[in-house]
């Protein structure tokens, strides 16, 4: 039997393959009204304020008994920072990028480190790791794919990605786009890790097999996202891969990025997911919108379903909804523990 971990070397252990004294539970994005409100967080400076952004991240950990503080509070910090336009949202509603670039010419990075909302998340990981260091500090990062989308425009990047697959000029245009995404991504991630970051946790969602080709993924979206990989790795830090939706018919290449741990939706099928990667661990599938309006044996069922089904870690399929309360999601990690006490 394993003794007594904290949060952050059960994290870790699993992320390594290691036994476990129990699962962990982690989350994505951890923008809780409720814990907001009892921080005395205060919209929209909890975005631009580190202090103020680890207190509502830090209850997650805290009060719920999640094993990880995340931080920032959405996909928009890297989209900002290169000067697109993004809509704030509100208290409930995490910011979205709303603007996007004519030509990869027009993407200028040099400055990048420099920006408020990157150097609010650099501050608010050394904060979370000085206050919580038993928790795994877990900053919330946009992957290159969807960096590239962002980049160039949603509705551009679904174009794109089925003309490139055709066309070798197009091909070229795709490549340009990403590399950019790719530099970002690596300037940022190195930043994060030499904060104190205890692993990355990477949402691609525009990845998603609800967006492109599974051949779009599989020729261009692996190859970018390894490459990504690597450099974290030669970095000494584990990360985590998130694509959105069904990702059953992508899932072998998302394990061949090398990432540590997959976090899938509450569409896969655990069972299937798990026997396809083999030794990758993978997290999730627990429906979000159970924080914010299932019953007890909802989220107790719904937690047990996706460990039996093979999970080494129990997950949201999403990021926590905003209106998540904090007896569901105490619910949660007690349905865990429980499980972990009858199955390890």
Not at 214 to 239: A, N, Q, T
Not at 241 to 252: A, K, N
């Amino acid at each position: 039997m394993v003794s007594e971990m904290t949060s952050r070397e059960r994290v870790l252990a699993m992320l390594n393959g290691k036994p476990v004294d129990r699962v962990p539970v982690v989350t994505g994005s951890t923008m809780v009204v409720e814990y907001i409100k009892k921080s005395g967080g205060k919209w929209p400076d909890f975005h631009s304020n580190p202090e103020m952004m680890v207190n509502v991240a830090g209850m997650m950990h805290t009060d719920a008994g999640i094993d990880s503080v995340v931080v920032p509070f959405g996909m928009f910090v890297e989209s900002i920072a290169l000067g697109l336009d993004v809509k704030m949202g509100r208290v409930d509603i995490q910011p979205s990028v709303r603007s996007f670039f004519k030509k990869p010419e027009e993407v200028n990075y040099a400055n990048f480190l420099e920006n408020t909302y990157v150097q609010t998340t650099l501050e608010a990981i050394k904060l979370a790791k000085e206050k919580y260091p038993e928790a795994a500090i877990a900053p919330f990062l946009v992957a290159p794919v969807t960096l590239a989308g962002d980049l160039m425009g949603a509705e551009n990047l679904s174009m794109l990605s089925i003309k490139c697959l055709q066309k070798e000029k197009q091909m070229a245009k795709m490549e340009k786009w990403l590399s950019i995404a790719l530099e970002i991504n690596k300037i940022y991630a190195k930043a994060c890790i030499e904060a104190g970051a205890d692993l990355l946790y990477y949402s691609d969602a525009s990845a998603s097999p609800n967006l492109v080709m599974p051949d779009f993924y599989y020729k261009v979206g692996v190859p970018v996202e390894k490459e990504l990989g690597d450099f974290i790795h030669e970095l000494g830090c584990p990360w985590v891969l998130h694509i959105c939706g069904d990702t059953v018919p992508i899932i072998e290449g998302m394990a061949s990025t090398g990432a540590d741990c997959l976090s899938v939706e509450q569409a896969v099928d655990m069972k299937k997911a798990t026997e396809i990667v083999g030794a990758v661990p993978i997290a999730g599938n627990l429906t979000p919108l159970l924080m914010v309006e299932g019953t007890e044996e909802q989220i107790v069922n719904e937690t047990r379903k996706g460990l039996n089904g093979g999970a080494k870690a129990s997950m949201l399929g999403c990021g926590t909804p905003p209106l998540s309360t904090s007896d569901r999601l105490k619910t949660w990690v007690k349905a865990a523990v429980e499980w972990s006490a009858e199955n390890l």
